[in-house]
């Protein structure tokens, strides 16, 4: 198995850009999550669904950032505008989870984001 | 609502000295805990996860945890540290039902091994 790809790996724009962050998650699995990690706040849950269905996104900081799962296979994290505070490590994760399952979360390589 | 606690930032021990990260949680439902590690510029990877039956619990590279429910604890350990065990870990704990199934982590312990 590919294990969970993220895309791109490493992401450099400006303040005030549009970024999009991609996600596919593993085969079969049915729960994926955003997380992000800085130094500064350690590793923090965005959103995460079930079922291409968002569940709980109580950890998405502000309006600029919205997720969407479109279908099982692909999902998207997206800043706009982008702003400094942003750059941070982005990981997704997903998890076969079900009725009674336990949790077990993949995660991805990353997508390293740096707004300047 | 579930959190977690990692006692120790960072860590050092010698190689072939015993590892023991300490993890303590909260939960207000039955926990699923896990341990996870990531290496430089990587993602976290399973190390080993408590869900229900045998407290103590192996998991990968010679890891294990006991779940002491008394205590509150998820207590990570090793008896010899290799070169390549230096890394971060960071616990974390999940609820057992439906809702309740995000990971809450803990704030990471680096670890260190002392040639």
């Known amino acids: 198995d590919a294990g969970v790809i993220q895309s791109p790996r490493h992401e450099v724009t400006e303040m005030g850009q549009e970024v999009t962050l991609r996600c596919k998650p593993i085969s079969g699995h049915n729960s994926l999550f955003w997380y992000r990690q800085t130094m500064m706040r350690g590793l923090e849950l965005l959103i995460y669904?079930?079922?291409?269905?968002?569940?709980?996104d109580s950890g998405m900081p502000e309006d600029r950032f919205s997720a969407k799962m479109p279908n099982a296979s692909f999902s998207t994290l997206k800043i706009q505008p982008s702003e400094p505070r942003d750059s941070a490590v982005y990981f997704c994760?997903?998890?076969?989870?079900?009725?009674?399952?336990?949790?077990?979360?993949?995660f991805g390589p990353g997508t390293r984001l740096t707004v300047t | 609502a579930q959190s977690v606690t990692q006692l120790g930032s960072h860590v050092s021990v010698s190689e072939g000295a015993l590892v023991l990260l300490r993890c303590n949680y909260s939960?207000?439902?039955?926990?699923?805990l896990f341990w996870y590690v990531q290496y430089p510029n990587q993602g976290l990877q399973l190390l080993l996860k408590?869900?229900?039956?045998?407290?103590l619990v192996k998991g990968i590279n010679g890891f294990e945890a006991e779940f002491k429910k008394s205590e509150t604890s998820f207590h990570l350990t090793k008896p010899s540290a290799h070169m390549s065990d230096a890394a971060e870990y960071f616990c974390?704990?999940?609820?057992?039902?439906?809702?309740?199934?995000?990971?809450?982590f803990g704030t990471g312990t680096r670890l260190t091994i002392i040639p």
């Open positions: 974390a704990v999940s609820g057992s039902n439906f809702g309740n199934e995000k990971l809450t």
């Open positions: 994760a997903s998890s076969p989870r079900g009725t009674g399952g336990s949790y077990e979360q993949y």
């Open positions: 939960s207000s439902v039955p926990p699923y």
């Open positions: 408590y869900t229900t039956g045998a407290t």
């Open positions: 669904f079930n079922n291409n269905v968002p569940i709980d």
